[in-house]
């Protein structure tokens, strides 16, 4: 896990081109996504298998670490090994999974 304010820049995947997009028509980067050091190998490797992503925090040690999904993308995200993050206020919400153990902060 990293330590907070430890983010690194990535660039856009195509799958996320309409993400790219959006953020530019609302005046932010469109350079790249910031993530935790240590969540970018889970974030990149989602991309890759076509699932979007919209927020991710690694927990910094102190509660679980979590991604956001595409809501149409979750299910893939669960068939390929991803498990469900519950939210206590929320218990039907699908659109989070659980943070896989962090990578090390080597990037």
């Not at 790219?20 to 240590?38: E, F, P, T, W, Y």
Request: aromatic fraction near 12%; charge should be neutral.
């Amino acid at each position: 896990m990293c330590e907070r304010e430890q983010e690194i820049l990535l660039g856009f995947y195509p799958v996320m081109e309409e993400y790219r997009q959006n953020r530019a028509r609302a005046g932010l980067s469109k350079r790249g996504i910031s993530v935790d050091r240590c969540m970018a190998g889970q974030i990149i490797t989602l991309w890759k298998a076509g699932i979007r992503t919209y927020g991710c925090c690694c927990g910094h040690g102190e509660y679980d670490g979590w991604i956001n999904v595409a809501p149409q993308d979750f299910t893939k995200a669960m068939e390929l090994g991803w498990k469900q993050y519950h939210y206590e206020d929320e218990p039907d919400r699908k659109d989070t999974v659980f943070a896989k153990k962090p990578y090390p902060c080597d990037l």
